[in-house]
C-alpha cells in the first residue's frame, strides 16, 4: 500500500480497514460452525462504522447491541430485526422500549429487575417481548481484568440459580417469551477452552429447563475470541472452538449465536500516523507521533500490546517510547520498543487496530476524531469524514448565550 499517497491526500492521523480481511475471518468463523445452525450476530461496539455495517449486513450477519443507537445504527444499514439482539448490563427503560418497538429477534436480559421492567414496558404495548438469560457461568477467562467477564466477581449476567427463576417466571408470564441462553465470558481469550467449559455448564441448565418444559432455541455463546497482538502468538483455533461448543450441545435441538466483535475487525484495522519529534531525555528516547490516547486507548487503558512499524525509516534500531501529544503520562502506544531512528513526518502504522480503536475514541483535548478509510477489492475509499473543530463545538456553540 502506498502510505505517502494516502497521507498526501488524507493527513494523518487515520484508520484504515481492510474489508476484504474481515469477509475471510467472518467465512471462516461460520465455516466452523457450519455442522449446526448458526448466525453471527457481529458486536458492533468493537468498530460501528456504518460502511463496515453494511458491508457485514450484506453477508448475512446478524447484529449484537449494547445500545440503542448501536440497534438504530444496524437497522440504519438495513440489517433485518430478526438479525438484531441487544445485550448490556445497563439497559434503560427507553432502550428496551426501542428494541420491543422494532422486534428485534430477542433481548439478553441480565437481571431479574430488567425482566419485570421488560415485562412492563411489553404490557403498555400489547407485546411479546423475547427474552435470553446471560448466564454468569463463573469461568476464568484468563483475560485481562477490565475485560474478563465471566466470573462470581464481576457485574455480568445471574448466576444459575437466579437465571432458572428468571426462566420460571418468564415462561408463566404473558408477556415474555423465554428463547434463548447467554453467556460472554470475556474478551481477547487465546485459549477457548473456558469457553467450552462454560457452554457445558450452561447447556446443562438448558437441560434442566428442558425437564421443566421451557424449550429455548438459541445458545448463545458470546464473543470473546482473541487476536494475535504480538508477532508469531497463535490465535485461537476456530475448529476447536467450535467442537468445545458441539461437544456440550449433543442431543439438544439449538441454533448457536456467536457475538464476534474483536475477532472480525481487529487484526483488519491500522492506524496511521506521522512523527512529529524525536526527543532524548537523558537516556530515554521517545518519539512523538501526530495520534494519541483520545484516537486509540487500549495502551492507555489495557496496557494493550499493538505492534508498530516504521515503512519509510531506516536509522540504526534501539528502544524508545512511542507517545502522543497528550498532557497525561498514560499516552503511550508503546514502551521500550525497539524502532529505528526516525525524521519529522515519517508515516508509522500501529497495527491491529481495528477493534476497539476508533469506536473507543474520545475529543479530549479538543481533538478532532480522525477519518477513516476502508480497502475493499484494491480500492481504497473514505468512510468517515474528519471530525472539523465546526462538527465538534456544534452542539456546544448552539447552547452559548450572548
Ligand atoms: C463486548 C461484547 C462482545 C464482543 O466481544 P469481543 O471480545 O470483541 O468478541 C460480545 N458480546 C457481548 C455481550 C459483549 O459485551
Known amino acids: 500500500m502506498d502510505y505517502k499517497k494516502l497521507k498526501q491526500q488524507y493527513q494523518t492521523p487515520f484508520y484504515i480497514y481492510d474489508f476484504d480481511e474481515v469477509k475471510q475471518r467472518f467465512f471462516a468463523l461460520k465455516e466452523a460452525f457450519k455442522a449446526r445452525k448458526a448466525q453471527i450476530f457481529y458486536a458492533l461496539k468493537a468498530n460501528s462504522n456504518l460502511s463496515l455495517l453494511k458491508m457485514l449486513s450484506e453477508l448475512d450477519s446478524g447484529f449484537d447491541c449494547v445500545s440503542k443507537n448501536e440497534i438504530a445504527r444496524a437497522l440504519k444499514v438495513g440489517a433485518k430485526p430478526y438479525k438484531i439482539i441487544f445485550s448490556g448490563v445497563g439497559k434503560s427503560e427507553d432502550e428496551l422500549n426501542f428494541a420491543l418497538e422494532n422486534n428485534i429477534l430477542y433481548i439478553n436480559l441480565e437481571s ?34 477490565y475485560i474478563s467477564t465471566g466470573l462470581k466477581k464481576d457485574k455480568f449476567g445471574v448466576s444459575i440459580e437466579e437465571a432458572k427463576k428468571i426462566y420460571l417466571y418468564a415462561s408463566k408470564a404473558e408477556f415474555l417469551e423465554p428463547v434463548g441462553v447467554h453467556f460472554h465470558i470475556g474478551s481477547q481469550l487465546l485459549n477457548t477452552a473456558p469457553i467450552a467449559e462454560a457452554a457445558s455448564i450452561v447447556a446443562n441448565l438448558v437441560k434442566e429447563l428442558k425437564a421443566l418444559k421451557i424449550e429455548l432455541k438459541f445458545f448463545d455463546i458470546g464473543g470473546g475470541l482473541g487476536i494475535s497482538y504480538e508477532k508469531n502468538e497463535p490465535e485461537p483455533n476456530l475448529y ?52 494519541a490516547m483520545n484516537d486509540l486507548i487500549r495502551p492507555s487503558l489495557y496496557n494493550a500490546y499493538h505492534e508498530i512499524i516504521l515503512p ?59 477519518c477513516e478509510l476502508a480497502l475493499e477489492n484494491g480500492k481504497i475509499r473514505l468512510i468517515r469524514k474528519r471530525e472539523s473543530f465546526e462538527d465538534q463545538i456544534a452542539l456546544e456553540l448552539e447552547c452559548l448565550k450572548g
Do not use: W
Open 112 to 145: 431479574y429487575a430488567e425482566m419485570l421492567l421488560l415485562e412492563k414496558i411489553a404490557k403498555n404495548m400489547g407485546k411479546k417481548a423475547r427474552i435470553s438469560v446471560r448466564v454468569n457461568p463463573n469461568v476464568d477467562a484468563k483475560t485481562h481484568p
Open 312 to 370: 519509510y525509516s531506516s536509522g540504526e534500531i534501539s528502544p524508545c517510547d512511542v507517545v502522543g501529544g497528550i498532557c497525561e503520562s498514560g499516552d503511550f502506544f508503546a514502551k521500550d520498543r525497539a524502532l529505528p531512528s526516525t525524521k519529522q513526518g515519517d508515516i508509522m502504522l500501529i497495527k491491529n487496530a481495528g477493534a476497539y480503536g476508533f469506536s473507543m475514541s474520545s475529543n479530549y483535548n479538543s481533538r478532532n476524531k480522525v
Open 240 to 291: 476447536d472452538y467450535a467442537q468445545g461448543i458441539l461437544a456440550s450441545l449433543k442431543g439438544l435441538d439449538l441454533s448457536i449465536g456467536l457475538e464476534p466483535g474483536r475477532f472480525l475487525v481487529g487484526k483488519a484495522g491500522v492506524l496511521i500516523t506521522s512523527v512529529l519529534y524525536e526527543k532524548q531525555n537523558e537516556d530515554k528516547r521517545f518519539i512523538i507521533v501526530d495520534a
